[in-house]
């Protein structure tokens, strides 16, 4: 499934800011669950790699690429948080 879902986000752009899109809906509705999500990738793809098993690229850089989406997400809504605060 992570093999297909990369092939697609390596070819269609707008496949890209729809899983973006997707993330943050999802996140807005449960936090929980995108923070382990995202978590659970990228400590299983660290750990496979220090544990000496051969990653793929396309596996490495979708994880790469949802840790730097959540965190963007994140930073937008502090952002936003922010801006609605009045003082």
């Known amino acids: ?3 297909e879902t990369y092939a697609v986000l390596d070819h269609d752009t707008n496949v890209v800011q729809e899983l973006r899109t ?3 809906s999802i996140l807005s509705i449960d936090q929980d669950l995108v923070t382990g999500a995202v978590r659970t990738l990228a400590l299983n793809t ?3 790699y220090q544990n000496g098993v051969s990653i793929k690229w396309h596996d490495a850089e979708l994880g790469i690429y949802l840790v730097y989406i959540f965190g963007e997400i ?3 809504k502090r952002t ?3 801006s609605k605060k009045t003082y």
């Open 1 to 3: 499934m992570v093999v």
């Open 74 to 76: 994140n930073k937008s």
């Open 46 to 48: 660290i750990t496979a």
């Open 22 to 24: 997707f993330m943050d």
């Open 80 to 82: 936003l948080d922010r």
